[in-house]
């Protein structure tokens, strides 16, 4: 059955909601200067009374981070017990091996340029990423933005993508669309954001629908 990762929570109650619903990975924001930021000590906050609520076990807790210092990070995953570390900036392959959790490498496709070179360009990212053992996010590439924009790419290349590796797919997906997301470009799971917001806030009724939609698409 699909993946699906809730990103960008702020607070204990939408990450509740979004467990109870079936997502299996729950995403929270570490990147300087972005609308979804929280410090390491609402972090540990939101996480902890999550913990304490929840109970053991349940969805994988991801860290978003980009372009900061790696002690940070590591800092960051002990403290809050993050399982992933997803690296949304340009960081050096030689540094994604000493994160202390699990990388998500993302990677952003582009589509200011031919389809076939962008997908070239996808899949070498790719190749690199997995031969490292690590984990595949794709998202819409933006100038000037480290991901998070709302806004789809083209599908198609992420389905030649998933031929080869497992990718989570992200970038304009929401409980209308994910369904024919998944059906297109059959990855291994799916993030969502802003597809899940009403005003800039989680919508406890979308993550919902979210989660239902993406579970119950139809692989083929």
């Known amino acids: ?9 702020r607070d204990t109650e939408h990450a509740l909601i979004a467990a109870e619903s079936g997502a299996d990975l729950l995403g929270f924001n570490f990147v300087e ?20 609520r ?3 076990g349940g969805p994988g ?3 978003l981070f980009a372009n900061q210092p790696l002690e940070f990070v590591n800092r960051v995953v002990r403290q809050c ?20 959790a699990t990388v998500i490498r993302q990677i952003r496709v582009r589509d200011d340029i031919e389809r076939q070179e962008a997908l070239a360009k996808v899949l070498t990212a790719v190749g690199e990423a997995v031969s490292g053992g ?14 998070g924009t709302g806004k789809s790419f083209d599908w198609t290349i992420a389905e030649q993508v998933a031929r080869d590796y497992d990718i989570l797919l992200a970038g304009g997906l929401d409980p209308e669309n994910v369904s024919d997301a998944i059906s297109i470009a059959r990855p291994w799971g799916v993030d969502v954001s802003s597809g899940v917001e009403t005003d800039g806030a989680k919508d406890a009724s ?6 239902e939609a993406a579970k119950t698409a139809d692989l083929g």
Request: hydrophobic share 45%; net charge negative.
């Open 1 to 9: 059955m699909i993946i699906v990762k809730i990103c960008g929570l």
């Open 33 to 52: 200067g972005v609308r979804r930021q929280l410090t390491e000590a609402a972090a540990f906050d939101v996480i902890s009374a999550y913990r304490d």
């Open 54 to 56: 929840h109970g053991v």
């Open 61 to 63: 807790l991801v860290g």
């Open 81 to 100: 017990g993050m399982d992933y570390a997803q690296l949304c900036g340009d960081e050096p392959l030689e540094y994604w091996g000493d994160v202390d």
């Open 134 to 147: 690590h984990i595949v996010l794709l998202d819409k590439h933006q100038a000037g933005a480290l991901g």
């Open 206 to 211: 979308k993550i919902r629908a979210f989660v």
